[in-house]
């Protein structure tokens, strides 16, 4: 559906709406469990305006979720995320229950879309695209990504220590490759700059040798036409773009030649050829989630290579700037003594933000994360706090009180990864019989995997849930002006409470007290579609509390078109809840501040709370 047809739908709706019984519940949109009488126009579509991702009515919108999965890296299901449909249906549950996730980047294999050189492996796409389906049933979007590490795990030995995955043998068998190895290394990802197969392999692919590239364009082509041919409208309506190539990277930059010209004179020609092949398959509505030089942002020094897309012009709605951002100072164990900090990441995620303000783009953070096993293990719980910290806000938590205006927009982000399997897999390194790897995400000893399978085979959280189940606002009816989540997350014993609400606000911090808050602020558009959060499932039915300049109340009622602060569930089925807050009148500005730290606050309690918050928001944002 075109993005004017989408609109279109949304203000019929919205007029039929207006027209409506006052009070009266909503009917649901086709069916789908959950779906309110505004959810089928919202989903019609999702694109970039202004900078922004916006739904078929136009409201902002958020991505926030996992990659599923790491298991498209191995071979013991044959490249696909999962073993089967029914365990991707208990991911997409899980993910969306006890992960708060709406998106999901789901990884996809050229290995096994192509085995044979110019053959296109329909049995393969047709198990991606039920799988698929899977999230998208469950009210998640997806956006594929043909994924890639090392290049391929074909250019490694049996006995290697190191194993990659993407392209598929033949492109591999096609090059004249030396025998791999990584010399001294000690992280897997060495080999990138360090193994000459590797870097070899990598040239040949962005230089089309053997016709390499042009065989993968085809394929990608095929698998997206595969992909909407075989879902309905509405399915494919969830699938949001498409991310061309993951991490790229020269291998060997010709002779003279800088990080930057590389980006604009190989990297950038290579996606405008992809962006042709999204148009011809009919994803000409969708944008493609664009990575810029793998070293464009990394924080340590003496890699960093100058670089994200400089020289690409105004993306503008087409494309997305896709990045991705792990602490290598962190993850190094040398680096960085120490834990995480409060706004440790401000920086780094703020010049992500500036970089898409500049191209005409919005933002994508398509992986961030950090080891849960290992040496530096002990440094994720600060690590991931800071970093959902910086998506949320450019401002450190010491100062987003007094500043919330310079907040910047909430970036969307999926975070490496969601593994069922994690701990319980059985792949065979490299196809050795004699290296079977079971631990962690068996794939170059990664253990990254927020989720795994109990003894009874329900999915469970390897992190705590109050820091990746969060408050964040996925769909926003005008623009955000600032937003803040607490999420109290815990470091072993220690709760890491890095945003207390001030002094200057007693009975809000009253309010609160050791709950977990997050705070909206934004301008209305007036449409009368809601501006939604997400709730956690720590914010209980009974338990959540919220204070708006629309109004103040505990345990918020069920929506009806006529009530401004209420709650419902989210599309799916899957158990997951949001807050919803219309707002009427264009331009205005209003507040909204959730918490499930009260118990029974009394009216009075409320209304001073209230009237604190109303005369922050006039002096910060009036």
Same mark, same amino acid.
């Given at each position: 559906?075109?993005?004017?047809?989408?609109?279109?739908?949304?203000?019929?709706?919205?007029?039929?709406?207006?027209?409506?019984?006052?009070?009266?519940?909503?009917?649901?949109?086709?069916?789908?469990?959950?779906?309110?009488? %505004?959810?089928?126009?919202?989903?019609?579509?999702?694109?970039?305006?202004?900078?922004?991702?916006?739904?078929?009515?136009?409201?902002?919108?958020?991505?926030?979720?996992?990659?599923?999965?790491?298991?498209?890296?191995?071979?013991? #299901?044959?490249?696909?995320? %999962?073993?089967?449909?029914?365990?991707?249906?208990?991911?997409?549950?899980?993910?969306?229950?006890?992960?708060?996730?709406?998106?999901?980047?789901?990884?996809?294999?050229?290995?096994?879309?192509?085995?044979?050189?110019?053959?296109?492996?329909?049995?393969?796409?047709?198990?991606?695209?039920?799988?698929?389906?899977?999230?998208?049933?469950?009210?998640?979007?997806?956006?594929?990504?043909?994924?890639?590490?090392?290049?391929?795990?074909?250019?490694?030995?049996?006995? !290697?220590?190191?194993?990659?995955?993407?392209?598929?043998?033949?492109?591999?068998?096609?090059?004249?490759?030396?025998?791999?190895?990584?010399?001294?290394?000690?992280?897997?990802? /060495?080999?990138?700059?360090?193994?000459?197969?590797?870097?070899?392999?990598?040239?040949?692919?962005?230089?089309?040798?053997?016709?390499?590239?042009?065989?993968?364009?085809?394929?990608? /082509?095929?698998?997206?036409?595969?992909?909407?041919?075989?879902?309905?409208?509405?399915?494919?309506?969830?699938?949001?773009?498409?991310?061309?190539?993951?991490?790229?990277?020269?291998?060997?930059?010709? !002779?003279?030649?800088?990080?930057?010209?590389?980006?604009?004179? @190989?990297?950038?020609?290579?996606?405008?050829?992809?962006?042709?092949?999204?148009?011809?398959?009919?994803?000409?509505?969708?944008?493609? %989630?664009?990575?810029?030089?793998?070293?464009?942002?990394?924080?340590?020094? %003496?890699?960093?290579?100058?670089?994200?897309?400089?020289?690409?012009?105004?993306?503008?709605?087409?494309?997305?700037?896709?990045?991705?951002?792990?602490? /290598?100072?962190?993850?190094?164990?040398?680096?960085?003594?120490?834990?995480?900090?409060?706004?440790?990441?401000?920086?780094?995620?703020?010049?992500?933000?500036?970089?898409?303000?500049?191209?005409?783009?919005?933002?994508? @953070?398509?992986?961030?994360?950090? =080891?849960?096993?290992?040496?530096?293990?002990?440094?994720?719980?600060?690590?991931?706090?800071?970093?959902?910290?910086?998506?949320?806000?450019?401002?450190?938590?010491?100062?987003?009180?007094?500043?919330?205006?310079?907040?910047?927009?909430?970036?969307?982000?999926?975070?490496?990864?969601?593994?069922?399997?994690?701990?319980?897999? #059985?792949?065979?390194?490299?196809?050795?019989?004699?290296?079977?790897?079971?631990?962690?995400?068996?794939?170059?000893?990664?253990?990254?995997?927020?989720?795994?399978?109990?003894?009874?085979?329900?999915?469970?959280?390897?992190?705590?849930?109050?820091?990746?189940?969060?408050?964040?606002?996925?769909?926003?009816?005008?623009?955000?002006?600032?937003?803040?989540?607490?999420?109290?997350?815990?470091?072993?014993?220690?709760?890491?409470?890095?945003?207390?609400?001030?002094?200057?606000?007693?009975?809000? !911090?009253?309010?609160?007290?050791?709950?977990?808050?997050?705070?909206?602020?934004?301008?209305?558009?007036?449409?009368?579609?809601?501006?939604?959060? #997400?709730?956690?499932?720590?914010?209980?039915?009974?338990?959540?509390?919220?204070?708006?300049?629309?109004?103040?109340?505990?345990?918020?009622?069920?929506?009806?078109?006529?009530?401004?602060?209420?709650?419902? =569930?989210?599309?799916?089925?899957?158990?997951?809840?949001?807050?919803?807050?219309?707002?009427?009148?264009?331009?205005?500005? #209003?507040?909204?501040?959730?918490?499930?730290?009260?118990?029974?606050?009394?009216?009075?309690?409320?209304?001073?709370?209230?009237?604190?918050?109303?005369?922050?928001?006039?002096?910060?944002?009036?």
């Amino acid at each position: 559906m075109t993005k004017l047809r989408a609109r279109l739908l949304g203000v019929l709706v919205l007029l039929s709406g207006s027209l409506a019984t006052a009070g009266a519940q909503p009917a649901a949109a086709e069916d789908v469990p959950g779906s309110l009488w %505004f959810d089928e126009p919202a989903a019609a579509t999702l694109t970039v305006d202004h900078g922004r991702f916006t739904d078929g009515l136009g409201r902002e919108v958020v991505l926030r979720g996992y990659n599923v999965s790491g298991e498209t890296k191995l071979e013991e #299901h044959g490249g696909l995320p %999962f073993a089967s449909v029914a365990d991707a249906r208990k991911s997409a549950t899980a993910l969306r229950a006890l992960g708060g996730g709406n998106a999901v980047r789901l990884l996809l294999s050229w290995a096994h879309a192509e085995p044979v050189r110019g053959r296109v492996d329909t049995a393969y796409l047709a198990a991606v695209t039920d799988q698929m389906r899977a999230f998208l049933d469950a009210g998640i979007r997806v956006f594929p990504d043909f994924h890639q590490d090392l290049y391929s795990r074909h250019l490694f030995d049996a006995d !290697s220590w190191y194993s990659g995955d993407g392209a598929p043998e033949w492109a591999v068998d096609a090059g004249d490759y030396p025998d791999e190895s990584c010399g001294i290394c000690l992280f897997w990802g /060495q080999n990138i700059t360090q193994n000459q197969a590797v870097r070899q392999a990598t040239y040949d692919f962005w230089h089309n040798a053997n016709g390499v590239q042009d065989a993968f364009l085809s394929t990608a /082509q095929s698998t997206m036409e595969y992909v909407r041919r075989h879902l309905t409208a509405a399915e494919f309506a969830g699938v949001v773009g498409f991310d061309p190539f993951n991490e790229p990277y020269a291998g060997t930059y010709d !002779s003279g030649q800088t990080s930057r010209a590389w980006e604009r004179d @190989v990297l950038w020609p290579f996606y405008e050829r992809f962006r042709a092949r999204m148009d011809a398959a009919g994803w000409q509505a969708k944008p493609a %989630f664009v990575e810029p030089n793998l070293f464009w942002n990394a924080n340590l020094d %003496f890699q960093r290579q100058e670089g994200g897309l400089l020289d690409a012009g105004r993306l503008g709605p087409r494309y997305v700037l896709n990045t991705h951002f792990y602490d /290598q100072k962190a993850i190094s164990g040398v680096f960085m003594w120490g834990k995480a900090r409060d706004g440790q990441y401000a920086a780094d995620l703020g010049a992500v933000r500036d970089r898409a303000s500049a191209a005409g783009t919005t933002a994508l @953070v398509s992986e961030f994360g950090h =080891p849960l096993a290992g040496s530096v293990a002990d440094k994720a719980p600060t690590v991931l706090k800071a970093m959902y910290q910086a998506l949320d806000s450019r401002r450190a938590g010491s100062t987003w009180w007094s500043d919330p205006a310079s907040s910047g927009p909430v970036l969307s982000g999926t975070q490496w990864q969601w593994d069922l399997y994690n701990g319980r897999h #059985h792949e065979l390194m490299n196809g050795n019989p004699g290296k079977v790897l079971t631990a962690g995400d068996a794939w170059n000893d990664e253990d990254l995997s927020a989720v795994a399978l109990d003894d009874a085979g329900r999915a469970v959280l390897r992190q705590d849930a109050r820091l990746l189940d969060r408050v964040y606002p996925s769909a926003t009816a005008g623009m955000t002006a600032a937003f803040t989540y607490e999420d109290r997350s815990r470091d072993g014993s220690a709760t890491l409470t890095w945003n207390p609400v001030p002094s200057t606000l007693p009975k809000v !911090s009253q309010l609160v007290g050791p709950g977990q808050y997050g705070l909206l602020v934004w301008r209305s558009d007036g449409t009368g579609a809601p501006t939604e959060l #997400h709730l956690p499932a720590s914010f209980t039915a009974s338990g959540t509390t919220v204070v708006s300049d629309l109004g103040a109340t505990t345990a918020p009622p069920a929506y009806t078109r006529t009530t401004p602060v209420a709650a419902a =569930p989210e599309p799916g089925g899957t158990g997951a809840r949001r807050l919803l807050l219309t707002a009427a009148g264009p331009g205005a500005v #209003h507040y909204a501040l959730v918490t499930n730290g009260a118990t029974a606050p009394s009216a009075d309690l409320l209304a001073a709370a209230r009237a604190e918050l109303a005369s922050w928001a006039a002096q910060r944002f009036n």
